[in-house]
């Protein structure tokens, strides 16, 4: 990913929602399911066109990780989305502006 400050965001990666990554990039997830989706070149959904691309992570309660993401000042979408028989959705974006989805499957 790039980024204008790599170890500053690396570090609200980390802080902000637990991306333990080593020196190396690599980080251990848990368990389950990986969402890999493809959208037509002119979706709003990842918020600015410029953006090509949106990181997904799974949590175990969106609710609480939307509540410690506000506390923590940064720039959460205040709406929600509910997928009968997927889960939860809600999305931030972190301090270099790229929007990040939160998924708590169902």
Known sequence: MRA??????SAWYRECLGLDADEHGLWQQG????VFA???SETDYFGSRAQRTMLNFRVRDLDAMLAQLRAAGADVDE???DMEGVGRFGWVADPEGNRIELWQPA
């Open 79 to 81: 709406e929600t989305q």
């Open 31 to 34: 368990a389950g399911p990986t």
């Open 4 to 9: 204008a400050d790599p170890a500053a965001l």
């Open 38 to 40: 493809t959208f037509e």
